[in-house]
């Protein structure tokens, strides 16, 4: 059966890396380090289309409504992009990184390649330690969020030590 939905251990990664896991310090609109607009659990765009502007306010209710809809737009940009059967974990693992980094982004990876080629090669962990840079500059955020997404990817769990 295809995976179509993200499980609890993607929308826990994502918390984490999007707001330290504590939305609470995150309900007003806020500069990322890429330097976009952003509320709640990483969202740029609510979902009636507007961006998110400086002085916006949100619930915490409200920052987790966004998240899952901004989620649904990853789910299917991964559904549609990954040609192979996915495991639940895998699947996880590309929606974090299409929901942080956009569905162009996967759609003309070499990450997405090798997925499509052979979900269990070994090499697809290198292929998430690429994308650590915004505006040509290496995040060390993104280094650790790539980290962890290749680690659910091939291990199933969350692991945020890195």
Same mark, same amino acid.
């Given at each position: ?21 504590? *939305? ?15 509320? %709640? ?5 609510? +979902? ?5 502007? +400086? ?39 590309? *929606? ?6 956009? %569905? ?35 995040? +060390? ?22």
């Amino acid at each position: 059966m295809k995976i179509t939905k993200v499980s609890g251990n993607c929308i826990k990664l994502i918390e984490h890396y999007e707001c330290s896991g504590d *939305v609470g310090r995150y309900l007003t609109a806020y500069k990322c380090p890429a330097g976009v607009w952003t509320i %709640g659990i990483g969202t740029t765009v609510y +979902p009636n289309g507007t961006k998110v502007k +400086p002085g916006d306010k949100c619930t915490v209710e409200q920052a987790f409504e966004y998240l899952r809809h901004d989620l649904t737009q990853a789910e299917e940009d991964v559904c549609q992009a990954a040609k192979v059967q996915l495991t639940q974990q895998q699947f996880d693992a590309l *929606v974090s990184f299409t929901y942080n980094l956009g %569905g162009l982004s996967l759609k003309g990876s070499t990450l997405l390649k090798k997925v499509n080629a052979n979900p269990n090669d070994p090499t697809i962990e290198a292929e998430f330690n690429k994308w650590v840079y915004a505006n040509k500059v290496k995040l +060390p955020g993104l280094v650790k969020r790539r980290k962890a997404e290749a680690w659910l990817y091939f291990h199933g769990i969350n692991n945020f030590n890195f």
